[in-house]
């Protein structure tokens, strides 16, 4: 018994992407072994620990707990999606270098994509809504101080003030 | 961008300045390189089949069904892999207790593997393994480690004859002399419940046997000493035949990626099918069956002391529940002994260290390698003398501390502490946080009706990772080097690249490395690059473990780098006809002294050593690349017959203070702050540094109030997933300050000593001291971790939840 | 961790999402959100042959007001129900018990319907549509049927629903009170987890400050999320004298029928029920009179 295989087409970080899927291939399966796009990381598989974060129309959301199937017709943007077209580091991904906002890197694209939604959403937070908007996001290396200096500094720096 | 570059303050050029991590751009561009990201053509997909029953005979196995379905390539049972492999190895003096991946006749824990598929997926694979039929007949098990202590307990393994693995009774001063002169006397038992570091990455390996050459290629996501020669040990291969690429970036590891018996059955399936072969272990597999457990304590512990503070003397019973197999988890027992009396002067102690076989999961170095449940257990131990003599603690703790003068300092248990200034760091810390306002912060809280406490601690980091605790506890067992290396080379184009032989895992040795290059040479780091050889290309090493890399790696990488330098000096020499004095070294050229046009210039002198050997002095290998091999600065000797020894060169210190809040309605703990005072010595990277501290504080905190590996009465695990293991998330772990200090190892290269460990060995004793000082006006104590709601609760109701 | 196979149904409309409902019945289990059904699945806990996926069908994501009830479609997220500001202003006991649920990752992806039928006895919105007395519109392709709160949640993770059933409309009644106050709150043991305990409260007062209509419910403490009507209507036309709130509270408290788990006892779980009614009753009461 071979299972079905459906056909889907999604736009990923700007540039539209086909495959077959099986209904049962999770999203965050697709970007990596089909697409070969591996920022995106597996931590739980059961929509804890947020390694898995990508945003789906532009909100962040667990890869882990969504088809591959279901984003048929929809918007994906992953890690590899924040990084300007050249190459340069976003203002964000460069915060994060500056301030040693990671170590092992594991958690990082999910860290990333849940700091980028809230800039997106609320350019000057308090470090109260940065911890809140990081706090579906487990992070074992840094006890979080220095990911929440990161998305305070890229946030002075988007809206122009001295870092 | 902006990069600040503020001087060092150690008056170095790189070192202690901030510099950004190498490795942060791959990282922050989705472009690591881990475990499961690395492919190959062709790979097959392993799911595991495991016990449901905590003890059972295995009666018998059916894998046809599994076998004989659509895109599975192989069903492998215990029977065929533990014939055609060896044990695991054990570390300490328990033959008996043999350990294979995959159990044969007997499973021996709730999640213990018994069968693995390899399929065309992971979807596939898991579809089979739901297929594998066992049949077992269930036996009697035990999960407490004392109650597998008592006589007719079940054995865990029957042909050991006992569930003792280790059981050693070390007396170190005059204890009985001490407890005898004492005028006080306190015993109470604190209990570290089972938890672990758990990466957000599990564990990951790939396999691929080269029939040409007869290679074992394997891409895992390791931190393990020996791990290649274990690998190879176990499958029968020559140690040449497995090639461990380290050049995989490991999602995090702090102690237990340590996947071994992962590898050996991956590496048997590549080798056996003809196919490469991968095993990701899912959260299911990694918190059952993973085999990442910590330390699972419980300290009794006897108090000698005056009535003026005076610490005369400690006994400390610590028995430690294994698990299911041994593995070098009971040497977690061990470090401790470095350590015995924390940063105190004690003159005599008793210490009895006891590791139990139960059927849980087995255990696995946890950060701290055991240190952490011990300074919990020490620093309780010094609030509740503190509590007795109603004494301050700080006083206490001020009274007990050795005094700066008093290094080099030899503790009991035969370890000498190189260097500290203890009372400095307090007090720093004390004035960071502003001590007397805090007091006067918890007593305005407590007139408003909380529940609220200041903790303390003050404790040690053992650093330098040696070995030594395999002598002390195994005597069949000489290890007493523990070396790392390093090799710089640079090319005909002048590039400088430095190699290691291990992988990382968050540490930032690349930006270590470079920095200390970078330093001797004094070239710019920035384009020095940093890479992971593989174990068949690689120099010895015995990988991040045990707080060392700042140490071993940094001390090697120096080593390799004056040895360039030395050879640049001689070709100058040689081509100036003068002596290697005569010479300036300056940012790589080399210069007669007082000439400054009688110059070789790097891109010259790197020519001559590549190119232009009539230009070489006649002693000297062209190219250009050294090695450097170091031992631990104090190894090398094996343990008196009294079991002292000398196990770790260096000693960090940090003093902990956290301030806690209770509602005490709803039990609800909340640290409202946390001020860290640390010295390590010279920190090479202070970004680094205090990186690896906050994270230890949180986990430290995470092992304090939140996290614990629960078991039901039918030796199940029922905190297997993330829903039930409480990872501490940015809104429990609250902001943090670190105060630095700085007392230089005398032993290291540059005056470093270990951080990796830091902030995880003193905040679980912090914590839960503020949470007793909170508690004290109720006169209730918690002394088990993690201290959860309910506990708070129970104790406050006065009822005992465990 | 990978899900047990299946066939996989994206329904256009409400009538195909019926359609397939009624041909599949109890071998299908509707998708919307997925943030509690796909990590069941990956545990293998549930092994459905088909998944029908109601999330794309635009008639089931509003949100409409009227003057007596505020109506949501089963499929609208959310993260789109704790942001509407109107909405908020309505029915406010929605908006608090959001901000209990999950992450910001859930709610972007979690839907209102999704939760209710989950049924989860910890859960959040449960409990609101308990204590507001929600109804609940659920469609075969027989036609729709109107269920109270009280009686959709049958247990735990149990729900009256028929297997050929499928939620399209919570409506959530909208008091008419101008001073009306809500609270809720709840003990977890991390910001996020599903609730040791948890408590909600609605009260509206009247001009002299007198409590005219009261709402309050527990959730984790019993095999579903409770609301006490009865015992409510002991507040009403008091000034919530403190004896008065406690002796409710701990009536509500001990008409539960808490389990144990790891995280609580039952004995911590009827403690916390009775104080954090205790504090829900008291903050809406709060919030009502300063509405005045």
Not at chain 2, 220 to 243: C, E, F, H, W
Not at chain 3, 171 to 182: A, E
């Amino acid at each position: 018994m071979s299972e079905t295989l459906y056909r889907i087409a999604v736009t990923v970080n700007g540039v539209e992407r086909t495959g077959q899927v099986t209904a049962r291939t999770s999203l965050v399966d697709w970007l990596r072994e089909h697409l070969h796009l591996t920022g995106t990381h597996i931590g739980c598989e059961h929509g804890i620990c947020g390694a898995c974060s990508i945003m789906l129309d532009g909100a962040p959301v667990r890869s882990c707990l969504i088809y591959a199937v279901q984003t048929d017709g929809h918007r994906v943007t992953t890690v590899e999606g924040l990084t300007h077209p050249d190459g340069r580091l976003s203002i964000l991904q460069d915060s994060f270098c500056e301030t040693h906002g990671l170590q092992c890197g594991y958690c990082t694209p999910g860290m990333l994509i849940a700091a980028q939604a809230l800039l997106d959403a609320n350019p000057r937070p308090s470090e109260d809504d940065i911890r809140e908007a990081i706090s579906g996001n487990l992070c074992r290396c840094t006890g979080y101080q220095q990911i929440v200096e990161a998305i305070a500094l890229a946030a002075k720096r988007i809206s122009g003030e001295p870092a | 961008m902006t990069k600040t570059a503020a001087a060092s303050p150690y008056g170095f050029r790189y070192i202690g300045t901030k510099r950004r991590a190498k490795e942060h751009a791959r990282f922050v561009t989705g472009h690591g390189n881990y475990a499961a990201d690395v492919t190959l053509p062709g790979l097959k997909h392993v799911a595991l089949a495991a016990s449901p029953h905590a003890s059972a005979k295995i009666l018998a196995i059916r894998t046809d069904v599994a076998r004989a379905m659509p895109g599975v390539h192989y069903v492998l049972t215990g029977e065929e892999f533990c014939s055609a492999t060896d044990s695991l190895p054990i570390g300490v003096d328990a033959p008996k207790v043999t350990r294979w991946a995959l159990a044969r006749d007997r499973v021996r824990y709730a999640g213990e593997w018994v069968a693995a598929v390899v399929a065309d997926s992971r979807a596939l694979a898991e579809d089979a393994a739901e297929l594998v039929e066992v049949e077992y007949e269930a036996l009697p098990h035990v999960t407490d480690a004392e109650q597998a202590m008592a006589p007719g307990s079940a054995l865990v393994h029957p042909a050991h004859g006992s569930n003792v693995v280790l059981h050693r009774d070390f007396i170190w001063g005059p204890v009985e002399d001490q407890f005898a002169k004492a005028e006080h006397h306190m015993r109470f038992r604190a209990i570290w419940n089972r938890n672990a570091t758990v990466p957000i990455e599990t564990f990951a390996v790939m396999a691929q046997w080269q029939p040409g050459t007869e290679i074992l290629d394997i891409w895992a996501s390791i931190q393990m000493p020996k791990y290649p020669d274990q690998t190879a040990k176990a499958l029968r291969l020559p140690g040449n035949a497995v090639r461990v690429h380290y050049d995989v970036d490991v999602g995090g590891s702090y102690g237990v990626k340590r996947g071994i018996k992962h590898t050996v059955l991956v590496g048997f399936l590549a080798k056996r099918l003809g196919m490469p072969v991968r095993l990701v272990e899912d959260r299911l597999e990694n918190m059952r069956g993973g085999d990442m457990h910590g330390p699972d304590r419980s300290f009794d512990i006897d108090a000698a002391f005056d009535g003026d503070g005076t610490i005369r003397a400690l006994r400390i019973r610590a028995i430690d529940n294994v698990g299911a197999y041994a593995g070098r988890a009971p040497f977690q027992l061990g470090k401790p002994v470095s350590a015995i009396c924390g940063p105190y002067k004690i003159p005599a102690i008793a210490y009895e260290p006891i590791s139990v076989l139960t059927n849980k999961t087995p255990q696995e170095a946890v950060r701290g390698f055991g240190q952490a449940p011990t300074n919990f257990a020490i620093e309780r131990t010094i609030d509740r003398i503190a509590g007795f003599l109603t004494m301050d603690p700080i006083a206490l703790r001020q009274k007990n501390l050795i005094q700066h003068d008093q290094f080099p300092y030899t503790i009991p248990s035969g370890s000498t502490y190189d260097s500290g200034d203890y009372h400095a760091v307090l007090d720093k810390a004390l004035a960071a946080i502003d001590y007397p306002a805090l007091v006067e912060r918890r007593d305005q809280a407590r007139r408003a009706g909380l529940l609220a406490g200041i903790g303390i601690a003050t404790c040690l980091e053992p650093s330098g990772g040696n070995s030594a605790f395999e002598p002390l506890l195994n005597p069949k067992n000489e290890t007493t080097t523990w070396m790392d290396s390093c090799l710089v080379r640079i090319d005909l184009s002048g590039a400088i690249t430095g190699i290691m032989g291990t992988s990382s895992s968050g540490q930032g040795h690349e930006t270590l490395v470079s920095t200390v290059v970078g330093e001797i040479l004094q070239r710019d780091p920035a384009q020095i690059r940093v890479i992971h050889a593989d174990s068949l290309s690689a120099l010895p090493s015995n990988s991040p473990v045990g707080s060392r890399m700042a140490i071993m790696l940094g001390g090697a990488a120096a080593g390799a780098a004056r040895k360039i330098k030395e050879t640049l000096l001689a070709i100058a020499a040689h081509n100036f006809e003068c002596a290697k004095d005569d010479l300036d070294y300056r940012d790589g050229n080399v210069n007669l002294k007082g000439v400054p046009s009688k110059i070789l210039s790097w891109d010259q002198l790197v020519e001559i050593a590549h190119r232009k050997f009539h230009a070489m002095p006649p002693d000297v290998e062209p190219g250009l690349q050294e090695k450097f091999t170091w031992q631990v600065p104090t190894g090398g000797g094996l343990p008196t017959p009294d079991g002292r020894i000398q196990i770790y060169p260096c000693y960090a210190f940090e003093t902990h203070i956290v301030y806690v809040e209770i509602d005490s309605d709803t039990a609800t703990p909340t640290i409202k702050r946390y001020v860290c005072g640390h010295d390590c010595g010279v920190m090479i990277n202070p970004d680094i540094v205090h990186g690896m501290t906050y994270g230890g504080i949180a986990h430290g905190i995470g092992a304090a109030l939140y996290e614990q590996f629960t078991y039901d009465d039918n030796g199940q695990l029922t905190s297997g997933t993330f829903m039930d293991y409480l990872i501490p998330s940015a809104r429990e772990i609250p902001a943090i300050t670190i105060v630095d200090h700085c007392t230089p190892s005398p032993l290291t290269t540059f005056g470093q000593k270990g951080s990796g460990e830091a902030g995880y060995l003193g905040a679980p004793a912090a914590v839960a001291n503020a949470i007793n000082d909170a508690l004290a006006p109720r006169n209730v104590e918690i002394n088990a971790l993690p201290i959860s709601h309910l506990a708070i609760w129970d104790a406050l109701a006065g009822r005992n939840s465990r | 961790m990978k899900s047990p196979a299946f066939e996989y149904a994206r329904a256009a409309s409400i009538d195909e999402a019926c359609e397939l409902l009624s041909q599949h019945g109890d071998s299908a289990k509707v998708l919307a959100g997925g943030q509690s059904l796909v990590p069941m699945m990956a545990f293998r806990l549930l092994r459905p042959h088909w998944l029908i996926d109601i999330s794309e069908i635009a008639p089931l994501q509003y949100i409409a007001l009227e003057t007596d009830v505020a109506r949501t479609g089963a499929c609208t997220r959310q993260c789109t129900v704790q942001c509407d500001a109107t909405l908020a202003a309505q029915v406010p006991l929605l908006r608090q018990a959001l901000a209990f649920v999950g992450h910001a990752q859930i709610r972007n992806r979690g839907t209102i319907g999704g939760s209710l039928v989950q049924a989860d006895p910890s859960a959040e919105l449960p409990l609101v549509a308990q204590i507001l007395q929600a109804r609940l519109v659920v469609r075969a392709k027989s036609g729709p049927r109107t269920l109270t709160a009280e009686d959709f949640f049958t247990g735990p993770m149990t729900t009256a629903l028929a297997p050929d059933e499928c939620l399209t409309e919570i409506q959530w009644p909208v008091w008419p009170d101008r001073s009306t106050g809500s609270a809720f709150t709840e003990v977890s043991r991390r910001h996020g987890d599903f609730a040791m305990v948890a408590a909600g409260a609605q009260v509206a007062v009247d001009a002299a400050g007198q409590c005219i209509r009261a709402a309050f419910g527990v959730g984790g403490a019993a095999p579903t999320p409770v609301a006490f009507p009865d015992l409510a209507q002991r507040l009403v036309g008091t000034s919530f004298n403190q004896a008065l709130l406690r002796d409710v509270a701990q009536q509500a408290a001990a008409a539960l029928e808490p389990g144990a788990d790891t995280h609580a006892s039952a004995a911590y779980r009827r403690h916390l029920a009775a104080v954090l009614a205790t504090r829900v009753l008291q903050s809406a009461y709060d919030t009502a009179r300063a509405a005045r």
